[in-house]
């Protein structure tokens, strides 16, 4: 059973720095392209970015780039998502799921809080 | 800058057929975008039905349908009940990045 487990929420200021992990098991995570996807409270989902198996190609929305940095440890089963310069639309439920051609599994999400 | 459209909101009756769609504000949805769908009802997590245009995800009744029968892409349920009243999203592919559609409100009454 596949299993995505996202930790690293909380509550952090504006322009402040996070790291969101998330734990995979169940799968061959080193054979799956990752992704992560956010949801504002009471908003829709919104992708914000994707990485390659081997970990060498990743792609952002326009909203994170340059900021949001996406990478993985295949080692560890592992997928990351480094946030700097986080302002308060950043603030939204981060799930973490194992994704192709839109067939997705989903994590129970982290909540990232930004305010002052 | 794309926009993937869905209805804000749609009401069906028990029983009945309904069809959700997934558009973009420049040109046409294919196969090469990909279009999957997904529900969410308050409080839980998405879960995905149809993938790459009409593949059903594991344990999805074939009330659920995915196609692509004009310039959109479309979610038909059939036999609609109470308890698929929920959001539902689409998301496409294109220039290497995926957009979600901003959902749909599906109320079963």
């Known amino acids: 059973e596949v299993q995505l487990v996202e930790s690293g929420g909380g509550l952090m200021q504006p322009g402040g720095s996070l790291r969101l992990s998330c734990a995979a098991s169940g799968f061959s995570f080193s054979n799956q392209w990752m992704h992560w996807v956010r949801q504002a409270p009471g908003g829709g989902l919104v992708w914000v970015s994707r990485i390659n198996p081997a970990g060498t190609t990743a792609d952002y929305a326009d909203s994170v780039k340059g900021r949001f940095t996406i990478s993985r440890d295949n080692a560890k089963s592992t997928l990351y998502l480094q946030m700097n310069s986080l302002s308060v639309e950043d603030t939204a439920v981060y799930y973490c799921l194992k994704f192709l051609y839109g067939d997705a599994s989903w994590g129970q999400g982290t909540l990232v809080t930004v305010s002052s | 800058q794309t926009v993937v459209t869905q209805e804000p909101s749609i009401s069906v009756s028990p029983g009945g057929t309904v069809t959700l769609t997934c558009g973009l504000n420049?040109?046409?949805?294919?196969?090469?975008?990909?279009p999957s769908w997904y529900r969410q009802t308050p409080g839980q997590t998405p879960r995905t039905l149809i993938f790459s245009t009409n593949t059903r995800s594991s344990g999805v009744p074939d009330r659920f349908f995915g196609s692509i029968p004009g310039k959109k892409a479309a979610l038909t349920i059939t036999g609609a009940q109470a308890d698929d009243e929920s959001d539902y999203y689409c998301i496409l592919y294109m220039d290497n990045a995926w957009v979600f559609g901003g959902g749909t409100k599906l109320t079963v009454l």
């Open positions: 420049f040109g046409s949805v294919s196969t090469n975008n990909y």
